[in-house]
């Protein structure tokens, strides 16, 4: 059974750095492409970018370019979301979800993750 | 990037009835080359991450009760929840993989009328 768990919620100061970590059981990451969408209080969720494990490439849209960093690290089964120079409007959760296909990040998500709340304040 | 818009925003239903949800995309979404659309649809309950329902417009997720369906095609597509349940409340989104980065519809709010 697919489970994403992610890491816990975090407080963090404007212009400093977030990370967040989803770890993968019940199947390697190489099998499939992941994402991450965040969804600020009351609103709908957001596509940031994702990462296909099987190909080393990763995607991030235009408006977090610069600022994103998406990451898998094979050996414990993990994907990462960094995000720097932060304020005030990051301040949302962050979900890390599971693309059906292995080859492409821009897909239907089958799997996610509980969420991780960042608040920039 | 093209736009997904959802209607209504909110839209409450008697238990028993029938809960229609639009979503309408700024450009077609139809893959020409395998007849596909692009089109997904998940709920949403407080506190929990979105759950995939329908993909490819009307192609229900395993395990998704048979009273939800999809439809539509091109850039018009729809959300239907026949004999509404109590368990049915939730946001409802709709989004697009085609093209750009994908993106989902502002939401529509279900509830209990």
């Known amino acids: 059974q697919v489970q994403l768990v992610q890491s816990g919620a975090e407080v963090k100061k404007p212009g400093s750095s977030v990370k967040v970590s989803c770890k993968a059981s019940g199947g390697a990451l190489k099998t499939h492409a992941f994402v991450w969408v965040r969804q600020a209080p009351g609103q709908g969720p957001e596509w940031m970018g994702g990462?296909?494990?099987?190909?080393?490439?990763?995607t991030y849209a235009q408006r977090f370019q610069g600022r994103v960093a998406i990451a898998a690290d094979e050996y414990t089964n993990t994907v990462s979301l960094e995000l720097a120079s932060l304020r005030s409007e990051d301040t949302a959760t962050y979900f890390c979800a599971r693309s059906r296909s292995s080859a492409t990040t821009s897909h239907f998500y089958d799997h996610w993750g509980q969420g991780t709340l960042v608040i920039v304040s | 990037e093209i736009v997904m818009t959802q209607s209504p925003d909110s839209l409450g239903v008697s238990l028993g009835e029938r809960a229609s949800i639009n979503c309408k995309s700024s450009q077609s979404i139809l893959d020409t080359s395998n007849g596909q659309n692009n089109l997904t649809w998940y709920q949403q309950k407080p506190g929990q991450p979105p759950k995939l329902l329908i993909y490819?417009?009307?192609t229900r997720e395993s395990g998704v009760p048979d009273r939800f369906s999809g439809s539509g095609s091109g850039t018009d597509f729809t959300l239907s929840i026949s004999d509404l349940q109590a368990e049915d409340v939730a946001i409802y989104y709709c989004q697009h993989h085609f093209g750009g980065p994908p993106t989902f519809g502002q939401g529509t709010r279900l509830e209990i009328k």
């Open positions: 990462i296909i494990p099987m190909y080393g490439r990763v």
């Open positions: 490819w417009a009307s």
